[in-house]
């Protein structure tokens, strides 16, 4: 498993949710990042997902 980081922000910056996501496999942390970011409702926010070795799994701005 690896360890891929969320993170989500308000337009002037402030961080809204930081959080790590245990994963298989890239597809898995995107399912799971979704999910998380749907039940805090920040799929509108900006927000990101990356991977371990730095590679962007999700992106919105």
């Not at 930081?18 to 509108?44: F, R």
């Amino acid at each position: 498993m690896k360890i891929y980081r969320l993170t989500v922000f308000e337009k002037n910056g402030e961080k809204l949710l930081d959080e790590s996501i245990e994963a298989a496999s890239d597809a898995e942390a995107k399912q799971k990042g979704t999910e998380l970011l749907t039940k805090h409702q920040y799929l509108e926010k900006t927000h990101r997902c990356t991977s371990p070795d730095g590679k962007l799994i999700l992106f919105h701005t």
